[in-house]
């Protein structure tokens, strides 16, 4: 069983990383929510064997019981994933309302660095009368 | 069991709360926040003389006992890590009002300022590192919304690569305590060592880079700080100097807990991170001589200066842990001030950009002296308090013959130096631009929580002998085992 929830985390954080270094900001935002996802059943792992009751009716032995504690990790993990994820879906929202574009934008500073032209010898050669027109 | 030491986490919550009822009166809002700051402080004071005394001081949150309950422990590092984040908080507060702006306009400032505390205050004074997960959440979605309050275009680009990567470091976190708890059967900070002695070494050293790793990319180590300088420019000025002063700190307070807890002999560990901190240090300072912005150049510093502690923490001795402690108390002072002067420099110009600011230092002396002190302090020029941090760290790396660290970091520092006299001579010098808003004055509170600052800093440089021994005795409760063996 545990075999199955391992391969199940494996899969579910390949998918979310490969969707996670997509350039769409939805793409990315379901990538990081498979990704939680994988987290959690990491931590339901954790609990150890399943199968095992979860409720102290006094009947059996106490050491037998579940582990309760990787649950209440999850408890709290899958609340605060949601909230955040929430915040990031926002965040996305105001994005497309501000530039009808879902995809993450380029840092202006960035760019601005990568065309100044004095910054690579060898490219300020070529580029320069290209950049110097685009300011133009 | 001494229960007020959970206060300085449960206070701010109870004034976010008071502070969301009051709403609809910003003076309210003020005196709450003010007030709790204020109280907070007297708090950190006591426990910094409590830890000082007792060592370590715990209370269980519930009444559950430590394995299970939420656990708070408070030692001299965390006592003297909230002291100087709570001091931060109240300035940069006084700063915020001063300037209205985001402040005045928006209901959840102060609230969500007030939640940024508590998540602050309980990473320090958390017992179990499920907490501090817990803690760093609490921490980050404070800092989403103020990093995104206002709803410009710059911010939410800036804001959805910060959450995005924030989420991603905190999901590993995630991962990385299931994996541990299976492994140890605990995530209690003081049962860890004993239940990771039983593990083979190589899983041992696997789970202490995994958490380095999530906490590096909060601290913005080398290879994981990119968001860093993208995202901090684009706050308010009073938010930016909250994050780039204190929350990257939060992470390598963390990663000085996870070392020390799981890994204080783990040497081959300490010369990944000593390589990790000559690299951060060095790409650091090469992205802020190539910006023209104040706030960006001084979010490159942020990652530079990262590297210092780093530096210290990676020698794995008390003299460099020490000084790692004394690096981080100082340089959070300074580092807020400069984002706080770069702000007043903004508010004075216009811009913070270095091609269309002039001759502040004719129109604006007393800025230029606040600029001027807790810059040259940043690139370590005696006798102000980077130099004895930077003191410090070097003694701390002959000591342990790390030649080269010790050679980057004096590089470094003169890089350092040479950027922030291009912000000198780039907004200070010449003669100043016509321009209309340079006759107004500036409020007087912005002004005056600057100049605590660059004052508070002073005096650490004044009072460094016993700082450093405060730091020195951190250490050597963080490393028993070290510091029972050193001369």
Request: with cysteine.
């Amino acid at each position: 069983m545990t075999t199955v929830f391992a391969a199940l985390a494996g899969a579910l954080f390949a998918t979310g990383t490969y969707l996670v270094l997509q350039r769409e900001l939805t793409r990315i935002l379901i990538g990081l929510a498979l990704l939680s996802h994988g987290a959690n059943v990491v931590l339901l792992v954790a609990a150890g064997e399943p199968g095992r009751p979860a409720f102290l009716d006094g009947r059996d032995d106490p050491s037998a019981f579940l582990d309760p504690l990787p649950q209440a990790f999850a408890l709290t993990a899958i609340v605060i994933t949601f909230g955040v994820t929430c915040f990031l879906l926002a965040l996305a929202y105001r994005s497309w309302v501000l530039t009808q574009d879902d995809t993450v934008q380029d840092d202006p500073e960035d760019v601005r660095v990568r065309q100044e032209p004095d910054a690579d010898i060898e490219r300020s050669g070529a580029d320069q009368p290209t950049i110097e027109a685009q300011d133009r | 069991m001494t229960p007020w030491i959970a206060l300085p986490a449960v206070l701010p919550l109870l004034a976010a709360a008071a502070s969301v009822l009051v709403g609809r009166s910003r003076t309210a809002q003020r005196i709450i926040g003010l007030g709790t700051l204020t109280a907070l402080l007297g708090l950190a004071v006591r426990l910094l003389i409590e830890t000082d005394r007792n060592d370590v001081m715990t209370t269980q949150a519930g009444g559950w006992v430590a394995p299970l309950g939420i656990t708070f422990v408070a030692d001299r590092l965390s006592a003297i890590m909230l002291l100087v984040a709570i001091g931060m908080f109240l300035a940069v507060l006084v700063y915020a009002i001063g300037q209205g702006d985001e402040e005045a306009r928006h209901v959840g400032f102060h609230p969500v300022y007030l939640t940024l505390v508590a998540g602050v205050c309980m990473a320090f004074l958390t017992g179990d590192l499920f907490n501090l997960f817990v803690a760093f959440e609490v921490l980050l979605v404070s800092s989403y919304v103020l990093l995104t309050l206002g709803g410009r275009l710059a911010q939410v680009r800036a804001g959805t690569t910060y959450v995005v990567i924030s989420l991603l470091a905190s999901i590993t976190f995630l991962m990385s305590l299931g994996l541990l708890y299976r492994a140890t059967g605990t995530v209690n900070l003081a049962d860890l060592p004993a239940a990771m002695e039983a593990l083979d070494p190589e899983l041992r050293r696997v789970f202490l880079l995994l958490f380095l790793g999530v906490f590096g990319i909060k601290a913005a180590i080398f290879p994981l700080f990119f968001w860093l300088p993208d995202s901090y420019p684009n706050a308010p000025t009073a938010i930016t100097a909250v994050f780039a002063g204190l929350l990257t700190k939060v992470g390598v307070y963390a990663m000085i807990r996870i070392q020390t807890t799981i890994g204080p002999d783990d040497t081959v560990v300490g010369t990944v991170l000593l390589v990790v901190a000559a690299l951060t240090m060095v790409i650091g300072v090469f992205g802020a001589i190539s910006q023209q912005e104040i706030k960006r150049i001084l979010s490159f510093h942020a990652v530079s200066q990262i590297g210092y502690m780093v530096f210290g923490l990676g020698l794995l001795t008390v003299a460099g842990l020490a000084a790692a402690i004394l690096y981080i108390a100082q340089y959070i002072v300074v580092k807020t001030t400069l984002f706080l002067t770069g702000g007043l420099v903004e508010r004075a110009s216009g811009t913070g950009h270095l091609d269309r600011v002039d001759g502040m230092l004719r129109t604006r002396p007393l800025l230029g002296m606040l600029f001027l002190l807790p810059a040259l302090s940043l690139a370590g020029v005696p006798p102000l308090s980077g130099f004895v941090g930077k003191f410090a760290l070097v003694d701390a790396g002959v000591s342990s013959k790390s030649w080269v660290l010790v050679g980057v970091s004096l590089a470094v520092s003169i890089m350092t130096l040479l950027s922030m006299n291009k912000i000198w001579a780039g907004a200070f010098m010449g003669e100043p631009t016509a321009n209309a808003e340079a006759t107004s004055p500036l409020p007087t509170a912005m002004v005056v929580a600057t100049g605590v600052l660059v004052a508070v800093s002073i005096g650490i440089a004044l009072g460094a002998g016993p700082i450093y021994a405060y730091a020195e005795r951190a250490a050597e409760t963080l490393l028993p085992l070290a510091g029972s063996s050193a001369p």
